[in-house]
Every structure is written in C-alpha cells, then in structure tokens.
C-alpha cells in the first residue's frame, strides 16, 4: 500500500490529529530489553538524512519504519531496538527535524520530517538550548528522542509566542529564548 502524507497540520482538530497517532502504531521498543548489540553503521545527520554505510536512505518508508524503532538512552546513545537485539545509530543532532507548526485549540502540533505529528506539553515538552544569539530549540518526541526545530519553524513559534517569546501548549509554558 503507497503512503499518504498526512493532511496539512494546520487544517486539523485536536481530535484528527490523535486519530493520525493512534494509527501510526509504534512498536513497544521501551517494553523491549535485548541483551545483544551492535552497530547498524547507520547516521542520522544534522539536517534529518538517514545513512547506512555511507549511503544516503532515500526511501521516506524505510526511514518511518526505522524511526519507529528508535531510542536514546540515559548517556545519549541512540538505539535501533528491536525484541532481540538493539544496534547504536549516530545521531549528530537529533534524531528528528520538526518542519511545521500549527496552534491548534490550546496545543502546539509539530510535524515532524517523517510526518509524524507531535504535540507539545508536559509529555513532549520544548527545550531551549544554545545562547541568546544562536538558539536552538527541541522538541521532546519519544523514549528520548528530540526533534530539532527548524529555522522556518522557530519563525512560525515566535509568530505564535508573546511579547516575551514565550509560547504555551496543553498548559505548559516554554521559553524560546535559551536561559
């Protein structure tokens, strides 16, 4: 079955869009405990491509796939996981880049590069790091993962944020502003 992109973000209710999650169907990788490890030779670059042995994945479904196994640990490592084995994957920024923003109802929902749609707030909370010069925002997604914020959407946020570039999402209140 081809993939269909989900809608565009801004066009979606609250509920639409937890009907879009709850289709998605992750796997249970934070019930999984393998033993066995090793190195998948895969990157994920600062700019959201995935390789493997030094050859770009281009293929958007393999890349969905494989995100839906993803997992970073308590040191930073990330992890493909499955049942019975977990390899290490290098992840130079983040493991996601966040591409759209809508405000929808008292939620942010961020697209993120797999056209995974997350929303802000107390479970997936935004993080400011860097300085006030160079900022640079993420979102938490899953099992420790982050997406980065892209430059675009850092500039939907400030549009979003008040006179302060604070934003709120699901009653939660975030600095876009590095403390």
């Given at each position: 079955?081809?993939y ?23 796997p ?57 084995e977990?390899?290490?994957?290098a992840?130079?920024?983040a ?85």
């Amino acid at each position: 079955m081809p993939y269909v992109p989900a809608p565009d973000l801004a066009s979606l209710s609250l509920a639409e869009i937890a009907e879009l999650s709850a289709a998605r169907k992750l796997p249970p990788v934070e019930q999984w405990n393998p033993q066995d490890s090793g190195d998948s030779l895969m990157v994920i670059k600062a700019d959201g491509r995935w390789f493997h042995d030094g050859g770009e994945i281009r293929k958007p479904a393999m890349i969905r796939a494989f995100s839906g196994l993803l997992r970073r640990d308590e040191h930073g490592q990330h992890w493909l996981v499955t049942p019975h084995e977990k390899q290490s994957i290098a992840v130079e920024d983040a493991a996601f880049i966040a591409t759209d923003v809508s405000r929808t109802g008292d939620a942010l929902a961020f697209r993120l590069n797999t056209d995974e749609i997350v929303l802000a707030g107390p479970e997936n909370p935004l993080t400011a790091r860097g300085d006030a010069e160079t900022p640079a925002l993420y979102l938490a997604v899953r099992h420790g993962t982050e997406a980065r914020i892209n430059r675009s959407t850092w500039l939907q946020l400030v549009e979003l944020a008040d006179e302060d570039l604070i934003v709120t999402s699901q009653g939660a209140t975030f600095s876009l502003v590095p403390a």
